[in-house]
């Protein structure tokens, strides 16, 4: 059987009973990093024995794990944090497992994704998780645009020496689009900041440390002052709130909470609903 063991993405009280019963208990533990693999079966007071499993050599190691898992020996499957397979080794060989109908269980446990969207309190009934964000400005305009445009948040990893560059560049193609940087979740230093972009950029500066995820919410056409002028629903939803006796403000801020759309923008709209159509 193999095992993928979710572990801790940064505060080791996070480790599930029930994984450290697997790590105790199987032959042995594929994992990215021996070393940091190490000290937490040391934390734990377990000794299985380790194999490296990393991008480099994923396809290389199925040659060793694959035979075992045939006969029916007990593998787990871990990540230096997080689960395996998220952005981190583990589809290759999970795959493989498929492929031939070796048994494969997954435990649930420590994700940074679920952590930072829903520590964001961005939108989360729909979101996109994107891995690493690309590097050239084209390719990442293009790519928030493409990714966010099935109207979720939009959940992403990015080095903390790029983190400047990047919400730089967010600041000044979407200013008042609301975000969110989570550094460091689960760890003494776990800090979250969120508003419009052109905010955060300026609060969070050009030192940043530690591990970050950033949460985007979902993209908003149109230029400053208007909140998807063509969207009939939110339109809908507005004039219905303000006729129930809600003020303009109050039916802007509602929908803002709900939708995750920049207050500004939907104050806007709001505005323009109360007073009417313009007579051409």
């Not at 697997?22 to 000290?39: F, N, P, S």
């Not at 964001?120 to 590097?135: C, E, M, N």
Request: hydrophobic letters at 40%.
């Amino acid at each position: 059987m193999l095992y993928v063991c979710p572990t801790p993405i940064g505060n080791l009280g996070d480790l599930t009973l029930r994984v450290a019963d697997v790590l105790a208990a199987v032959e042995l533990v594929a994992c990215e990093d021996t070393r940091h693999t190490g000290r937490l079966l040391a934390h734990l007071g377990i000794e299985t024995r380790l194999l490296s499993y990393q991008e480099h050599n994923e396809r290389e190691r199925l040659g060793l794990l694959l035979p075992l898992l045939r006969e029916g020996r007990d593998v787990a499957l871990v990540t230096d944090a997080g689960m395996p397979g998220i952005s981190d080794p583990g589809f290759v060989l999970v795959r493989a497992c498929r492929d031939e109908g070796l048994p494969v269980t997954v435990l649930p446990g420590p994700s940074s994704v679920e952590t930072a969207l829903v520590a964001s309190g961005l939108p989360s009934d729909r979101f996109t998780f994107v891995g690493f964000l690309p590097r050239e400005r084209s390719r990442l305009v293009s790519f928030v645009e493409s990714a966010g445009a099935g109207g979720g948040s939009v959940v992403a990893f990015e080095s903390p020496r790029r983190l400047p560059t990047t919400l730089r560049l967010l600041a000044q193609r979407w200013p008042d689009r609301e975000l969110a940087v989570c550094r460091e979740l689960t760890k003494l230093h776990e800090e979250v900041v969120r508003g419009p972009a052109s905010q955060v950029q300026a609060q969070v500066g050009d030192h940043v440390r530690g591990e970050v995820v950033l949460v985007l919410a979902p993209v908003v056409d149109g230029g400053p002052g208007a909140a998807d002028a063509g969207d009939a629903a939110l339109r809908v939803t507005l004039a219905a709130l303000q006729s129930a006796g809600c003020s303009t403000k109050e039916a802007a801020r509602v929908v803002s909470a709900l939708s995750g759309l920049p207050s500004r923008q939907v104050y806007a709209v709001a505005l323009e609903v109360k007073s009417g159509p313009t007579a051409s």
